[in-house]
């Protein structure tokens, strides 16, 4: 269960708790990468820094959309 960050604080820098889940997963998988001594040496697990960044406004998304939905198969 979350109880810190609340989900509604969590809520107001996404649009969906789908996308949520997707930028805080995309985030802990960069912490893990990049900082791996962090991941494993922090109290708080990627997860938690990551939906903590989500709530402080650290990650910015952006919509990306993936071209023509209607393309047929040859």
Request: glycine letters at 2%.
């Amino acid at each position: 269960m979350i109880n810190k960050p609340a989900l509604h604080d969590l809520m107001e820098n996404c649009d969906s708790k789908y996308q949520l889940v997707v930028v805080a997963a995309k985030r802990a998988r960069d912490i893990i990468d990049h900082d791996p001594d962090l991941a494993l040496t922090s109290r708080i697990n990627a997860v938690s820094l990551a939906l903590r960044d989500v709530a402080e406004g650290k990650i910015h998304y952006e919509h990306v959309s993936s071209g023509s939905e209607d393309t047929e198969a040859e």
